[in-house]
């Protein structure tokens, strides 16, 4: 075995690293017995290593000499690398180091030891930074990679850039910007971004490599950018004229609407339309790339301009006797294009009287034309107070009648009727006459009385046809006449049910007594004696306890407490598989002579295929463990939010006792779940654990389906705890 480890069933550990099988001292000395101890495979004899000094020394030599040769290089010979790009090149990125294979790192060493050579620093660097990923502690790349990078840090080059057209301002990252043909010098080493802008041009970036004295981008070829204008007119059929004028001017397009000009280079365009016995019209427009321009023009031979109080009345025009009016819109309203001539305008708003006029349209500038409606002030209030109000089957008030009474609102002049509504009580109709000069009060009494519910014990739940309403002491305001009942309901007392009749204006009192019956009901979540709360689960047609038992229920119970780790709240640990086997048994005694238990339950361990179940699919982020950071113990339980069915901690926190030995059936349920399994504790005297703890951090023991098997009688675990069930005997 090598010097400083040591072995367990789950393989080799450091020594003072924890093991994955091993939860205390004495659970290790109990389990020794079943370790397995695996040696690693001896060296293949006859095989020789190079000593590591040997290859320090080679390829130390050969990067004091390739360093030599390059800044000899870099100073006299001065070389050109030059990249001639046509078309806009795809941006170069340098991908992280890999980690290679350990038989990789002599090629991987004699590669950088070759780029040194030649002078290709950034790859020796990259080499270097390979080997140290797969070798953190290789003695040639430590030594040399500091080297590079300080000659990296001081080694400059100049980079040439050259675009078509010329002019284009170039940015090299945050070296500054310069006018194409651009020359940047004294460029360090590395990646570096350049950005081309020209105005009536796509925008060009691309990422440069800079690892030699000279680096060139020639002939980049700009593409221009191009949008689109569209062209309309009413009529149709308008002769236009597009001329360029950013520039000399020069016409572009000459044709008819509406005309839609796709790939319009980007840039300022005037465009001329022009109807016979108009004067032409020009506007304006400014194209972008990669966007839509518009220009549009009413040639109108005659219009109307509408408005009125209030706004958004409906416009209709009858042209013709013997055609019906059509509706131009609502005001206010710029109406273009209408025949000259006398014509009869109506204004329509909601289930007022129209206003009727015959109005001239006439060539040139549009007629203009206000109204208004006569209409006078209503004030509307109710008890209670809220009321909806509508007027023949429309809302009225602010926000379209959303607001409930009190409120004014201005009305037409006449005689309405109006129909307020409160939810629960019987509608209420009243009619009133309205005046421009004389304010209007309509006031709605809606006919209901209240009620009032308390309880002994109070905090009961009240409810009516199925919805609850409250908690007793309870106080229904208003309440439609007539007969009522409510049923009141509270945890482990018998439901009751009072009823009366609400008479209008009074108020219905009830005083109800419940009777305590602290037997649970099936399918019913309830807390027992200890205060632990029991989820019912329909699967198992019983309950499961919502936490593991905590050390104060324990305690309670059993007079003793042997968790390592104190605290009431905190789950209890360090008991054998016996006492959480007593612990239910005590329990299920003490309830059931209490009256507590429904008749044929009893409290329990989970089996196996009952935790599998009750823990569902509970993930890993929602679990006390020490998979992201060390914990020094167990939370108190109920820390972090439940899962679907109201559990908590159903993983992490403590491993949990089961019912189940670890058997061949237990082995084959985790293998086809996907979690690793233990075959030599197949027919031992082992009970299974499920969920993890807070001490385990490892894939395996945290797997959903994983098994852990310890002896029942182990006692001094601080990472065992359990959860009770209570089912079926």
Not at 156 to 171: E, L, N, Q, S, Y
Not at 227 to 255: A, F, N, W
Request: net charge neutral; charged share 20%; glycine share 8%.
């Amino acid at each position: 075995m090598k010097e400083g480890w040591i072995s367990d069933q789950t393989g080799y550990h450091r020594k003072g690293a924890p093991s994955q099988g091993a939860l205390s001292r004495k659970g290790r000395e109990k389990m020794s017995v079943e370790t397995t101890i695996q040696l690693p495979p001896p060296r293949k004899p006859g095989t020789k290593r190079v000593p590591d000094a040997v290859w320090f020394l080679w390829i130390f030599a050969a990067l004091i000499s390739g360093l030599a040769a390059g800044i000899y290089m870099g100073k006299k010979l001065v070389p050109v690398r030059s990249v001639v790009v046509k078309t806009p090149p795809p941006a170069v990125v340098t991908p992280k180091a890999p980690v290679a294979p350990p038989q990789a790192v002599g090629e991987l060493l004699t590669a950088a030891q070759d780029a040194t050579t030649a002078s290709d620093w950034l790859r020796a660097q990259s080499l270097y930074q390979q080997v140290l990923a797969s070798d953190a502690d290789n003695a040639v790349a430590k030594a040399a990679l500091p080297l590079i990078e300080r000659h990296l840090a001081s080694a400059r080059g100049t980079v040439r850039i050259d675009t078509v057209p010329a002019g284009a301002t170039v940015k090299l990252g945050s070296l500054g910007e310069k006018a194409s043909p651009a020359v940047f010098e004294g460029v360090p080493f590395g990646e570096h971004e350049i950005t081309i802008s020209l105005a009536g041009f796509e925008p060009f970036t691309q990422v440069l490599t800079v690892n030699g004295p000279v680096t060139e981008l020639a002939g980049i070829d700009l593409s221009r950018s191009t949008g689109e204008l569209r062209l309309s007119s009413i009529p149709e059929g308008v002769e236009y004229r597009l001329v360029r004028t950013d520039g000399p001017e020069e016409l572009v397009k000459i044709g008819k609407t509406p005309a839609t000009i796709p790939q319009l280079q980007a840039g300022e365009y005037q465009v001329h339309m022009a109807l016979s016995g108009w004067p032409d019209y020009r506007e304006k427009v400014q194209v972008e790339s990669n966007r839509k321009a518009s220009v549009s023009h009413i040639f109108a031979r005659g219009g109307l301009k509408v408005t009125s109080d209030p706004i958004d009345a409906e416009v209709w025009l009858t042209t013709d006797a013997s055609l019906p009016p059509r509706k131009l819109g609502v005001t206010p309203l710029m109406a273009s294009e209408l025949p000259v001539g006398r014509h009869r305008l109506e204004l329509r708003y909601r289930d007022w009287a129209p206003i009727q006029r015959t109005v001239e349209v006439r060539e040139g500038e549009p007629v203009e034309l206000d109204f208004a409606w006569k209409r006078g002030t209503v004030a509307f209030t109710s008890d209670p107070a809220g009321a909806r109000v509508l007027l023949r089957d429309e809302p009225i008030g602010s926000g379209d009648g959303q607001q409930g009474t009190p409120f004014t609102a201005e009305l037409p002049e006449g005689t309405h009727t109006f129909v307020a509504q409160f939810e629960g009580l019987e509608p209420v109709t009243r009619e009133v006459e309205v005046r421009a000069d004389t304010p209007a009060t309509v006031r709605f009494e809606f006919a209901y009385g209240s009620v009032s519910i308390v309880s002994e014990p109070p905090g009961a739940t009240v409810i009516a046809a199925g919805r609850p309403l409250g908690r007793t002491p309870y106080r229904q305001q208003i309440v439609r006449p007539g007969p009522q009942s409510y049923d009141l309901s509270l945890p482990n007392h018998r439901s009751t049910q009072v009823a009366g009749e609400v008479k209008p204006g009074l108020a219905l009192n009830f005083d109800a007594k419940l009777t305590f019956d602290p037997v649970p009901k099936t399918q019913s979540d309830f807390s027992n004696s200890l205060g632990l709360q029991m989820k019912w689960v329909d699967e198992l047609h019983g309950w499961v306890g919502a936490h593991e038992v905590p050390q104060a229920a324990f305690e309670a119970v059993m007079r003793k407490n042997p968790s390592p780790v104190k605290g009431a709240n905190l789950p209890a640990q360090g008991m054998t598989w016996y006492d959480a086997s007593r612990f239910c048994e005590q329990l299920t005694a003490s309830e059931r002579s209490s009256g507590r238990l429904p008749k044929g339950y009893r409290y329990r361990l989970p089996t196996d295929q009952m935790w599998s179940l009750f823990a569902g699919d509970a993930g890993l982020e929602q679990a006390v463990t020490s998979s992201g950071s060390r914990r020094e113990g167990p939370s108190p339980v109920g820390s972090l939010p439940a899962n679907a069915l109201g559990l908590h901690d159903v993983r992490g926190n403590v491993w949990e006792w089961c019912e189940d030995w670890y058997s061949l059936d237990i082995v084959n349920r985790a293998r086809d779940a996907g979690a690793s399994t233990n075959n030599s504790w197949v027919g031992t005297e082992r009970k299974v654990l499920r969920g993890g703890s807070w001490n385990r951090s490892s894939t395996n023991d945290l797997h959903r389906e994983y098994r852990y098997g310890m002896r029942p009688s182990t006692a001094d675990s601080h990472e065992i705890g359990f959860r009770v069930v209570l089912m079926p005997d």
